[in-house]
């Protein structure tokens, strides 16, 4: 709801309005609006009034700001809001911040290098008290920039690049091979990929440990197999069919993430074929979608969790206290199997 407005400058009504208002001095009213026990009830009452009528609200940022306690915001920011990971990611990260007093603003890049330094710089520019992102590429100038001017930052599934700050990641390359190797050990030899953008270090990463993983077979995987680039579900599943019309398709397709893996349903729903898929990160109803699925999994919510708890303890450690080096985490994965 937009701040009420005084009535003569249609401006939003300021502490000084509020005590010619109630004909005390701005010391009184301030000390009014701080619960301060002496002012009098009478007086107390007569400047609470005054507050009503003008709908008066105290600027809580500048107030913290002049008392050298931060604005009390981080900014959250992601690159795709669609994707049901960076939901979990927030929840986890804003139950972690929340119980420090801090509230969390999201800001979605769209996997736009460019609307992610304009965010980062509105978010330095605003005095957010830290930041947590999840890089759309490897260029991060801007997130070292803000590091530099004493921003505590946090990188979510992706490394710094350039500049030292904690980051907590999943084992992609871990869990990647481990699905790769469980479709080659079940004597799929022509194994496809569908991966997001060659940039983004969870998608080259994840393509590495499907590589590994045929190294480890004795196998070399077909180039003619891989397709990078896709990052919703149409755009996966119009790579998904492009690989099921070739002449050999695969038997097999590993996807990198949840988008093409719901991507790549589609398209083997559509040709019928017995195609086996496996995916990284778990989601919802993929228990139900009746074909055999092997993912990889993690805790999304705690991922975010450590996150929110490495910026904490920087913000906390910029008050005045000290928590040591920057910090590197690597969230475990596992399998699971829906379908027979």
Known sequence: MPAPHDSRTGQPPTLRDVAERAEV????????????????????????????????????????????????????????????????????????????????????????????????????ARRVDGIIAVPAGSGQSHLAAAAAEGVPVVLASRPPEGFAADCVLVDDFGGARAATALLLARGHHRVGFLGSPPAVYTGTERLRGYHAAHAAAGLTADPRLVRQGQTEPAEAERAAAGLLALAEPPTALFCSNNRNTIGAFRAVRATGTDTALAGFDDFELADALGLPLTLVTYDSDELGRTAGRLLVERVRERRGGDVGGHRRVVMPTGLVEYGS
């Not at 009213?29 to 009830?41: H, I, K, T």
């Not at 809580?60 to 306690?69: N, Q, T």
């Not at 929340?98 to 509230?103: F, T």
């Not at 996997?111 to 330094?117: A, F, H, K």
């Open 25 to 124: 001095s701005a010391m009184t009213a301030s000390r009014v609006l701080r619960d301060d026990p002496r002012v009098l009830p009478a007086t107390r009452d007569r400047v609470r009034a005054a507050a009503a009528a003008l709908g008066y609200r105290p600027n809580e940022v500048a107030r913290s700001l002049r008392l050298g306690r931060g604005t009390g915001l981080v900014g959250l920011v992601v690159t795709n809001l669609a994707n049901p990971f960076y939901s979990r990611l927030a929840l986890g990260v804003d139950s972690v911040v929340a119980a420090d007093g801090l509230k969390t603003v999201i800001g979605n890049t769209g996997q736009d290098p460019d609307v992610e330094r304009d965010l980062v710089a509105d978010l330095v």
